[in-house]
Nanobody, 127 residues
Framework: QVQLVESGGALVQVGGSLRLSCEAS????????MGWFRRVPGKERNFVAT????????YIADSVKGRFTISRDNAKSTVYLQMDSVKAEDTAVYYC????????????????????WGQGTQVTVFS
């Protein structure tokens, strides 16, 4: 069992920056690749970014590529989403998720693959 707790959601102005954090706890949390997804009310959950458990590989959604960066600190069992040059369309609830991958370089951009989810943190971008 892995527990995930997101933090860092806030109100931010268009063009600004924000860093989300997700702390993982529980048995073998370090064996999991991590991902960030987001959901706007009434719409589907969308993939944002994922990182392998060894932090050697990442994959970023085209909609945020060049603006968002995912990273992790395994010593702190924490994954981060650095959001720069935010846009109004980035407004959403952001969820952290964990997926087991036997290969240290594995990850996933498919929500259905993920085993554990956090409760979400709200990001609101205003102009």
């Amino acid at each position: 069992q892995v527990q995930l707790v997101e933090s860092g959601g806030a109100l931010v102005q268009v063009g600004g920056s924000l860093r989300l954090s997700c702390e993982a706890s529980g048995r073998s949390a370090g064996n999991y690749a991590m991902g960030w997804f987001r959901r706007v009310p009434g719409k589907e959950r969308n993939f944002v970014a994922t990182i392998s458990r060894d932090a050697g590989r990442t994959y970023i959604a085209d909609s945020v590529k060049g603006r968002f960066t995912i990273s992790r600190d395994n010593a702190k069992s924490t994954v981060y989403l650095q959001m720069d040059s935010v846009k109004a369309e980035d407004t959403a609830v952001y969820y952290c998720a964990a997926v087991f991958r036997a290969w240290s370089g594995g990850y996933s951009y498919t929500a259905d693959d993920y085993n554990y989810w956090g409760q979400g943190t709200q990001v609101t971008v205003f102009s």
